[in-house]
């Protein structure tokens, strides 16, 4: 059995490590050259419990439940290079669909399309869809039912790579945490902050800080992977600090989280010292005011300093200016990669 796995681009060695330790797989990253994919070939579906028993288990549940790194869990039936709707078509019809599905069951294909194509998304869902249906009459009556199906097929084109699968996962993707019941208006999806936690390399007692940590999406997760050591969220704005409090207290870690309301660039007014600060920084683009991004991150990392004890990974677009605030401040870029984060290309620093 394979697995197509969706997750953000950019991220998908710090996935596949986290699959591979989940589960008994070989996975490739980027199958047909597609960023933000992997390919999960899962061996047996088997694991050992506490007390050493050997269980049997349902492989894309589980991943649905346990990964905090991916977005969707498909159940891979093909991928070629394709490019033409003909094509999709062709290729769909001649698949061996009825293994996969019974035909009294009703089915929906939701399509996903990235890149330059003469055609949309619609046609994508119409011509897959058509080409199941037509697949599937020969056995019966097939069923459509776009609201509420059984089965979700999920059709992809991203350039001329064409996977179709059935998505285990449903129409809300992973990232989507059931937790957020306050909406902030730049949240971080919940894979990347996990990347950041996991390029953070955190020791379980450390005490760790988002200093401008808006809805708490990162001191969220980090508290749900059960951190044992202190987490600190500051932010300027009531509101975003409130709605991270009530955040946390849907997760059910509102205990474990101290909440400052405070301006991060007076931060060693709240905090002497910290070992780890993660945070997702304020980026001209989302708050309008491009300009007073390179003063306010050269007077933060300038308080950073002042408490940091280990290590920083902040997550921003405005490359001159952090890399001017860490240069000025004494930080070494340990690491950095590109992360794709609502369209953009988002630069994610490790720093120490
Ligand atoms: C990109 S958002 C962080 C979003 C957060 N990671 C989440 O998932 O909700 C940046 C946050 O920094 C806050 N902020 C801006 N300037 C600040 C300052 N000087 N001190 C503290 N927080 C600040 C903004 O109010 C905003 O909530």
């Known amino acids: 059995m394979k697995l197509l796995l969706t997750t953000a681009q950019g991220i998908e060695d710090l996935a596949k490590k986290e699959v591979e330790r989940l589960i008994n797989a070989k996975v490739e990253e980027k199958p047909l050259g597609v960023e933000g994919r992997l390919l999960a070939e899962v061996k047996e579906s088997f694991y050992i419990d506490e007390k050493g028993k050997r269980r049997e288990f349902e492989i894309a549940t589980f991943l649905n439940e346990r990964s905090r790194l991916l977005h969707r869990v498909i159940l891979h039936l093909a991928s070629a290079k394709l490019s033409s709707l003909e094509e999709i078509y062709n290729f769909v019809y001649n698949l061996e669909i009825e293994r996969y599905v019974k035909v009294s069951e009703s089915f929906a294909v939701r399509p996903f399309r990235k890149?330059?194509?003469?055609?949309?998304?619609?046609?994508?869902?119409?011509?897959?869809?058509?080409?199941?249906?037509?697949?599937?009459?020969?056995?019966?009556?097939?069923?459509?039912?776009?609201?509420?199906?059984?089965?979700?097929?999920?059709?992809?084109?991203?350039?001329?790579?064409?996977?179709?699968?059935?998505?285990?996962?449903?129409?809300?993707?992973?990232?989507?945490?059931?937790?957020?019941?306050?909406?902030?208006?730049?949240?971080?999806?919940?894979?990347?902050?996990?990347a950041m936690i996991d390029?953070?390399?955190?020791?379980?007692?450390?005490?760790?800080?988002?200093?401008?940590?808006?809805?708490?999406?990162?001191?969220?997760?980090?508290?749900?992977?059960?951190?044992?050591?202190?987490?600190?969220?500051?932010?300027?704005?009531?509101?975003?600090l409130n709605g991270a409090k009530m955040n946390a207290l849907a997760a059910g870690v509102l205990n474990k989280i101290e909440f400052i309301q405070g301006d991060a660039t007076k931060l060693s007014q709240y905090v002497e010292r910290v070992d780890i600060a993660l945070s997702n920084l304020p980026y001209g683009l989302k708050i309008g005011r491009k300009s007073i991004i390179p003063k306010l991150y050269m007077k933060f990392f300038g308080e950073l300093a002042k408490i940091l004890e280990k290590k920083g990974v902040f997550l921003t677009t405005e490359k001159k200016a952090i890399e001017k605030a860490f240069e000025e401040n004494g930080f070494k870029v340990k690491h950095r990669r590109l992360v794709g984060h609502g369209g953009l290309r988002v630069h994610l620093y490790v720093v120490e």
Do not use: Q
Not at 140 to 152: E, R, W
Not at 158 to 184: C, E, M, N, Q
């Open 199 to 240: 390029l953070a390399d955190i020791d379980e007692n450390a005490s760790v800080i988002d200093p401008m940590c808006g809805s708490g999406t990162i001191l969220i997760e980090l508290a749900l992977k059960g951190h044992e050591g202190k987490i600190i969220g500051v932010e300027k704005y009531k509101k975003h």
């Open 115 to 194: 890149g330059e194509h003469e055609f949309t998304s619609v046609d994508i869902a119409k011509t897959v869809g058509s080409a199941i249906y037509d697949r599937l009459s020969k056995y019966g009556a097939p069923k459509i039912n776009l609201n509420h199906p059984s089965v979700i097929f999920r059709a992809e084109l991203i350039d001329d790579a064409f996977f179709l699968g059935i998505d285990t996962t449903g129409d809300s993707s992973l990232h989507k945490r059931p937790w957020r019941v306050y909406d902030h208006p730049a949240h971080l999806k919940a894979s990347i902050a996990n």
